[in-house]
């Protein structure tokens, strides 16, 4: 307990706070196996703000060499509003392709809580809830509110496909990874429900430079590779 007290300390009382600004990011795509991590394939991330609207955007895919093995692409995208310091999505929606097949595409009114699934049909869920982050968004928001909590969990209402729920993002502390060679030191976070790691970054506007999610029986994790403010 005393060492998290000290962790809060050293990011609420000596880190500079930092607002998110339009950024491009590149990651490098692994998969995790017993033979260690391999480079499949990369990840595009965008985010545009404008006044108080924001458009974020990723575009991932295996590169040439592995796609005659394992050909996935993945485009999610994520539009709304910025209010105090809240990133409230109007909008999300996710294609995501292997091979030549599409294996998911859903898109999300996330005002109204409308989810049009082309193999389910339309699922409302009703007005009733509080503030709601959706898959993309969800990182905008953790920047914003690891600078400004106290708490050690981050709680979100979380909304996909499968409906809505309440998640919970513990905050584990500060972790030295390397990034590009360059020795770093990061916030690392865990969600144990949606198996997602991510460690995040004061540079880079508290955004994730490692990215580690386990879908059914694989692992796979991003790894930042280039950021530019835009």
Not at 73 to 101: A, R, V, W
Not at 193 to 217: A, H, Q, R, W
Request: hydrophobic letters at 40%; glycine letters at 6%; aromatic letters at 14%.
């Amino acid at each position: 307990m005393k060492n998290f007290f000290i962790f809060i300390f050293l990011v609420f009382f000596l880190l500079p706070a930092h607002s998110i600004s339009s950024f491009s990011a590149k990651y490098d795509l692994y998969l995790n196996n017993n033979l260690g991590a391999i480079k499949v394939g990369r990840a595009d991330y965008e985010l545009v703000v404008t006044n108080n609207v924001y458009f974020f955007r990723i575009n991932a895919m295996t590169d040439k060499l592995w796609s005659a093995i394992y050909d996935y692409s993945i485009k999610e995208t994520s539009i709304g509003l910025i209010e105090s310091n809240k990133f409230i999505g109007d909008y999300y929606e996710i294609i995501e392709n292997q091979g030549d097949t599409t294996s998911d595409k859903y898109a999300i009114n996330t005002f109204e809580l409308i989810i049009n699934d082309p193999l389910k049909g339309k699922l409302e869920l009703g007005t009733n809830s509080s503030f709601i982050v959706d898959p993309l968004n969800l990182y905008l928001n953790i920047s914003g509110d690891i600078q400004k909590s106290g708490s050690k969990v981050l709680t979100y209402n979380f909304i996909n496909k499968k409906g809505l729920s309440q998640k919970e993002f513990t905050i584990i502390g500060l972790e030295n990874i390397e990034i590009n060679d360059i020795e770093i030191e990061t916030i690392r976070i865990e969600c144990s429900e949606l198996d997602l790691v991510i460690n995040v970054y004061k540079d880079y506007d508290f955004m994730p430079v490692f990215i580690s999610k386990t879908n059914g029986k694989s692992n796979f994790s991003l790894i930042l590779n280039d950021f530019k403010h835009l």
